[in-house]
């Protein structure tokens, strides 16, 4: 059973940077590309990032090109979203996606809150 777990979330000032974390405790994680969602008080869940099964392909939402960076581990079983200048737009829950291709995301994680301040 895939298990996500995401780490690194927290509160932060406009133009701060953090670095968030997901280990897959579940499965061959190299097999699989991965993903990151986010979902802002009173919005839809919505497309941040995604990276192929061995790290080749990324791809992201018009919002955050430029400053957020995805990026594996297979070697760790984990992904991560590198995100740099941060503004209040960006504050939402931060959800790990996992699947076989990048347009099919079935596994999810439990998330983790990024608040940004202004």
């Known amino acids: 059973q895939v298990q996500l777990v995401e780490s690194g979330g927290g509160l932060v000032q406009a133009g701060d940077s953090l670095r968030l974390s997901c280990v897959d405790s579940?499965?061959?994680?190299?097999?699989?590309?991965m993903g990151w969602f986010r979902q802002a008080p009173g919005k839809e869940r919505e497309f941040v990032a995604a990276?192929?099964?061995?790290?080749?392909?990324?791809y992201y939402a018009d919002s955050v090109k430029g400053r957020f960076t995805i990026s594996r581990d297979n070697a760790k079983n984990t992904v991560y979203l590198r995100m740099n200048d941060l503004n209040p737009e960006d504050t939402a829950v931060y959800y790990c996606?996992?699947?076989?291709?990048?347009?099919?995301?079935?596994?999810w994680g439990r998330g983790t809150q990024v608040t940004v301040s202004s």
């Open positions: 996606a996992q699947g076989r291709a990048v347009s099919d995301f079935r596994s």
């Open positions: 579940g499965r061959t994680f190299s097999d699989y590309a």
């Open positions: 990276i192929s099964s061995h790290g080749g392909q990324t």
